[in-house]
């Protein structure tokens, strides 16, 4: 008696594989690590909840693209300058329009200019004289306010009468332009003739802050 089992049709095998290949088609493009290409994702399928935290680095960022973040164009900028007796101008702090220049004229003269890189800027300047032996002897305070038309092109020299002559100055200054920036700046200078110690013939130290 002959067996009724039949072999499949061609026609039939053909369309199992085509069955098989399309079912396993994603697994067979994307074979493993580091093989999805850009095509391979379908457009605004990748959301932020899919990206690893931290895992996106500056490089990739295309900077133009993003808006100003405000905290990460504040903070504070160290002042540190030791002047060489004799040397030329230097700038000791840059920020929110407000320039500080240091010059080194001798040991026994420093000379600080403000000025502003905006016009209609206001400056309050105050310094707290002191003798440098830390006894407090012949200690002063001096308060100086300049106009509210403190505009660019005009320096100032901070406190001329007595950064000149004293061995030492604690000062603090705070500047506004019309922008509504606003610039805090807290330093303390030392004149090596004065003071044993000092790490220069002038030395400035402190911190600005741009808020």
Not at 60 to 79: H, K, P, Q
Not at 92 to 120: P, Q, W, Y
Not at 186 to 197: D, R, Y
Request: overall charge negative; aromatic content about 4%.
């Amino acid at each position: 008696m002959q067996s009724s089992s039949r072999r499949p049709s061609l026609a039939l095998i053909v369309a199992l594989l085509a069955l098989v290949v399309a079912l396993g088609g994603t697994a067979g493009a994307l074979p493993g690590k580091g093989s999805v290409q850009s095509n391979d994702i379908k457009k605004n399928a990748v959301k932020g909840k899919h990206v690893k935290n931290d895992s996106i680095k500056g490089a990739d960022v295309l900077e133009s693209s993003l808006d100003t973040v405000r905290s990460a164009e504040n903070g504070a900028t160290r002042i540190s300058y030791k002047g060489v007796a004799g040397g030329a101008p230097q700038v000791i702090f840059n920020g929110g329009g407000l320039v500080l220049k240091a010059t080194c004229v001798d040991a026994n003269d420093l000379v600080i200019t403000m000025e502003s890189t905006v016009n209609d800027a206001a400056v309050f300047a105050d310094s707290h004289d002191h003798d440098g032996s830390g006894a407090g002897n012949d200690d002063a305070d001096n308060s100086y306010e300049h106009q509210g038309d403190f505009d660019a092109g005009q320096p100032v020299v901070l406190d001329g009468s007595n950064l000149h002559s004293d061995d030492g100055q604690g000062v603090e200054i705070n500047y506004s332009n019309p922008n509504g920036t606003e610039v805090l700046v807290k330093f303390q200078n030392w004149l090596g003739s004065g003071v044993a110690t000092a790490p220069a013939a002038c030395f400035v130290g402190g911190v600005g802050f741009v808020v």
